[in-house]
């Protein structure tokens, strides 16, 4: 599968974003989503996951109670919602899928995601 992120910007600190992914190719219902991001000079880091159909969500500490992430399989596309943005959070933002027949396995790790988009920078400023 393809990917394609956008929705990035340049936000003050407590304002929100709404990042998207849209993907081109087939069977996307069993793929694994899930969003990273990557701030200058530091190594790509996992934000947030959801697993197929049903779609059980997972979130970093950092992400908790603050982003969101969803899928619509109908429309091959994948969001993050992120609220209550800090400067800390400036970053590029990466989407990635992993094609999964079946359940389980790690989400976490930049290795277990076989799809890529090309990122979207989000900027906060303070």
């Known amino acids: 599968v393809q990917l394609q992120a956008s929705g990035g910007g340049l936000v003050q600190a407590g304002g929100s974003l709404r990042l998207s992914c849209a993907a081109s190719?087939?069977?996307?219902?069993?793929?694994?989503l899930g969003w990273f991001r990557q701030a200058p000079g530091k190594e790509r880091k996992w934000v947030a996951a959801i697993r197929q159909s049903g779609g059980t969500t997972y979130y970093a500490d950092s992400a908790k109670g603050r982003f969101t992430i969803s899928r619509d399989d109908a429309e091959n596309t994948f969001d993050l919602q992120v609220n209550s943005l800090k400067p800390e959070d400036t970053a590029v933002y990466y989407c990635?899928?992993?094609?999964?027949?079946?359940?389980?396995?790690?989400?976490?790790?930049?290795?277990?995601?076989?799809?890529w988009g090309q990122g979207t920078l989000v900027t906060v400023s303070s």
């Open positions: 990635a899928a992993d094609r999964r027949p079946n359940f389980g396995g790690s989400l976490v790790r930049v290795a277990d995601y076989g799809s």
């Open positions: 190719g087939r069977e996307f219902s069993i793929y694994v």
